[in-house]
Every structure is written in structure tokens, then in C-alpha cells.
């Protein structure tokens, strides 16, 4: 679907074959694939570049696919809270773990905004030029060809079409089966929980994730950090409403059911992850390898990607091209002891002990805990986390400290898992 500023409000009714304005097919701002991350930059440019032209599009009828991103106050900066704001869905200023030998509340807000209001926030920035119902076959710096066949040429043109499978990242996965309920009656709940890990443990680490949107509405979320990628929809949708029924929830309505299996990076090498399908664009999102190495969100990151590039001077997609490769460098190498972390829980633990680690980080300080989601952790930080009584056995983690070492495992048991 092609949509100018004039017929935004027309967007699901028309189709991409409709015609197209001739005067609007060259684009200094050529958005390709309308998420998360190429939407911010949509709404941020155009707050600081409004003589810039834009355009947005995507495969799919609704900007952000099907989606609740949550973030936590202290993960991003008070400009890029303000860029967030009118598309929450609600915020809360606290939230909560629960473990068996630990149940704590945290002080730090958390937040939520779905699709819809992305979608929304999108079609009301007047000057964004979205096309949706518009799948795109090829990619080049400079333009784009759609399915149908047409070209729509853009001075910088951005690749935010998500993750693609990728060789170069020895990977886990947090992977998840969300249910929005509509309750009889009141859960009672006044914050998100964002791990129960009291809940019976099943394929590597599980938990259950609440967040409680009015007195009866609730997504409940099964969750797991699991070595291999599947997922099997139909299983962790019935632990979920087993989840609610556990807690005396009559479930009248499941509005919404979302799912994801998101990356969780064990070990890897950046460079060559960048050589992987070039296509000419700059790059965005997970695509761009920006997110939280141990948790797969991608939320934080594509603020600051979104700032960084409303501040840049230079619009050609060579420039914004060396900008993101240069960011995502810097962030993967400032990241290499979540990295870490993350081999100790997916290769070194066993059994439940992944559980015991995360049980251990969570009765750390509320301000490193908070420094550890936004992905700043000091110096300080890390010695912390290190210390005092270790999860694991000291001789098994030190056999998985080597990041080249991991990367041999994990594409050893990735092809294993392959042939049965
Ligand atoms: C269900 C779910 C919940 C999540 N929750 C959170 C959360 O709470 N917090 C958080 O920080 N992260 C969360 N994440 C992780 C991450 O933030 C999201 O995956 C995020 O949407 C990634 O952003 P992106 O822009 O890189 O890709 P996407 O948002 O996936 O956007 C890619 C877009 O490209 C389009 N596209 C793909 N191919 C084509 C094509 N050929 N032509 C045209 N368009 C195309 C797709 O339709 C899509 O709209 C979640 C992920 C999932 C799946």
C-alpha cells in the first residue's frame, strides 16, 4: 500500500498497486521495512530534519508487526523517553522478580508501547510517506525495487527489515508465547512481574512475565532461555493460561497472542557478521545487530540508533552506512562481558543452575541492575557481578571463557540439532 501525508487515514484500504506520485518516488530518506527500529528513525528525523522527505515501507498492513516492547525507565535517556511517550500503552514505577529463595520489588519504571501505537504515532507525524501491503524484493544504496516491480529511489536508504540468519553469531535464544487476557474479575496485580521463575523448569531456563494493563487486562508471557530456537506455540500458550488459571484468574477473552524467539549472543565476530549479505544500504535494528546481548531487546537500542542518526549532517547512505557500522562496532566490543555472562549460562550451567544465576544477579544492587539492562556497566559492575559465592564451578566456567571456543560449540551443537 503507497500512502501520502493526504490519505493517511485511508491506509488500510488501499493497496500497493494503487499509482503512485510520481514527484514522491525519490526520497532523501528511504526507510526500508517499518518496525521498530526504522519507524524511531522515521519519528525522530522528522522532529530534527523536517526539510528532509521520508518514506517508510513495509510487507506487512500494520507498522510494527504485532508487538508489546517493554523497556525499563533507566534504559534510555530523557530525550528518548520524551520521543517514547505518546506511544505508551502504560508505565509503571515498579516492577518485580520472583524466585524461589527470592521475591524483590524494583524501583526502576517500567514501560510498555504496542504495535498499535507505534502504528499510530507513525501515521499522525505528518511528513512520513508510509507504503505498506509493499513487499520489497531488492535493496541497493540507492532505492529500492518492490515486488511488483517498481523502483523508489532514496539518497540514503536504511535496511530495517529484522534479523536474517547469520553464521557469524554463536547464539541462544530467549524465546516466549504471549497471551493478552481479559479477566472476569480483577488479578488484584498492581505491577509487571518480569520473571516468575517459581514455575516449573522446562527446556533450559523458564519463567513467566505479568504485566498487569488495566485491573482485568493482563499479558501473560511463558518464557524460556533455551539453547535451540524452537518453538512450539500451541505448548507455551497452554502454559500460560495454566500460568493464569494457577493464579485464580477466570480468563473470559484472549484478546492478542504475540510470540517471539529473539538472539541472545554467546560469542562472535562482528566484522564478519557486517560482510554477511551486503546489500549497498545502511543498516538498522537487529539487522544491524543492536540489541541487548542478553536479553534480545532491541527497544534501547533503536532510540539511540534514532538519535544518533536525527543528529548526523550528512543524508547519503554511504555516511549513515559508516555511522551504524561504526556504532554497532563500538557497542559489540563494549559488550563482550555480557558475552561472557551469557556463555556461563548457556554453555557452563547445568541442570538449574541457570535459574541460580540469574536468582544471584537479582539480589544485586537496584543501580547495577538497572546499569546491566541499559547496557552501561562499569568497571565496578562487573567485579560485583563476579564476585562472592560463584553459581558454577569454577574449573567448568573457566572452560567456557574463550569466545572463539564457544563459537565452535554452539555451531557443533546447532548442527547436531539439525540432524535430529
Ligand atoms: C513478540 C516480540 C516481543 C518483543 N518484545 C520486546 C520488548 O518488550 N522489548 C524490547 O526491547 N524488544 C522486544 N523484542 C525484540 C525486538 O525489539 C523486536 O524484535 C523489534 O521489533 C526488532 O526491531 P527491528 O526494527 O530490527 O525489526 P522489526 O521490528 O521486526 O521490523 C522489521 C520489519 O521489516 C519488515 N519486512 C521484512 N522483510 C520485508 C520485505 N521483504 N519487504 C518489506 N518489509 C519487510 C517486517 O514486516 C517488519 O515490519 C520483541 C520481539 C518480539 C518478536
Request: glycine share 8%.
Amino acid at each position: 500500500m503507497f500512502m501520502t501525508r493526504d490519505h493517511q487515514a485511508e491506509k488500510h484500504k488501499r493497496t500497493e498497486t494503487a499509482p503512485m506520485r510520481p514527484d514522491t518516488a525519490n526520497y532523501d530518506v528511504l526507510l526500508v521495512g517499518a518496525g521498530l527500529a526504522n519507524s524511531m528513525i522515521a519519528i525522530a528525523l522528522r522532529q530534527a530534519r523536517p526539510e528532509l522527505s521520508i518514506a517508510l515501507v513495509d510487507r506487512d498492513a500494520q507498522i510494527g508487526g504485532n508487538h508489546t516492547w517493554s523497556f525499563h525507565s533507566s534504559d534510555v535517556n530523557k530525550a528518548g523517553l520524551e520521543l517514547l511517550r505518546p506511544m505508551l500503552e502504560a508505565q509503571w514505577p515498579s516492577q518485580e522478580i520472583r524466585f524461589p529463595r527470592l521475591k524483590r520489588v524494583l524501583d526502576t519504571g517500567y514501560n510498555s508501547m504496542t504495535s498499535d501505537r507505534l502504528h499510530a504515532a507513525v501515521i499522525q507525524t505528518p511528513g512520513i510517506d508510509v507504503m505498506l501491503s509493499a513487499p520489497v524484493a531488492r535493496v541497493e544504496h540507492d532505492g529500492i525495487e518492490l515486488g511488483s516491480g517498481r523502483h523508489i529511489a532514496g539518497r540514503c536508504v536504511i535496511d530495517g527489515r529484522g534479523a536474517v540468519p547469520t553464521n557469524a553469531l554463536a547464539l541462544g535464544y530467549q524465546k516466549f508465547v504471549g497471551l493478552e487476557l481479559e479477566l472476569d474479575e480483577p488479578h488484584g496485580m498492581s505491577r509487571p512481574i518480569i520473571m516468575d521463575a517459581t514455575v516449573p523448569q522446562y527446556d533450559g531456563y523458564r519463567f513467566v512475565y505479568t504485566l498487569p494493563f488495566s485491573s482485568t487486562r493482563i499479558l501473560v508471557e511463558d518464557t524460556y532461555y533455551s539453547d535451540g530456537p524452537e518453538l512450539d506455540s500451541d505448548l507455551l500458550s497452554e502454559r500460560a493460561l495454566k500460568y493464569a488459571n494457577a493464579k485464580g484468574w477466570r480468563v473470559g477473552t484472549v484478546l492478542r497472542q504475540e510470540q517471539g524467539v529473539l538472539p541472545i549472543t554467546l560469542a562472535g565476530d562482528i566484522k564478519a557478521f557486517w560482510s554477511e549479505g551486503e546489500t549497498g544500504a545502511a543498516r538498522s535494528g537487529m539487522r544491524a545487530c543492536l540489541f541487548h546481548p542478553t536479553t534480545g531487546y532491541s527497544l534501547p537500542d533503536a532510540v539511540l540508533l534514532a538519535q544518533r542518526i536525527s543528529e548526523s549532517n550528512a543524508f547519503d547512505t554511504s555516511k549513515i552506512d559508516h555511522l551504524v557500522r561504526h556504532h554497532s562496532t563500538r557497542s559489540w566490543q563494549q559488550r563482550s562481558f555480557f558475552r561472557l555472562l551469557n556463555r556461563m549460562l548457556f554453555l557452563a550451567a547445568r541442570g538449574e543452575e541457570r535459574r541460580d544465576i540469574l536468582e544471584r544477579f537479582y539480589s544485586l544492587p537496584t543501580p547495577l541492575i538497572e546499569r546491566f539492562y541499559a547496557a552501561r556497566i562499569t568497571s565496578a559492575d562487573k567485579v560485583r557481578i563476579l564476585l562472592g559465592r560463584p553459581p558454577l564451578p569454577i574449573p567448568r566456567a573457566i572452560s567456557h571463557m574463550s569466545e572463539s571456543q564457544a563459537m565452535a560449540t554452539v555451531l557443533q551443537r546447532a548442527h547436531g540439532r539439525s540432524n535430529g
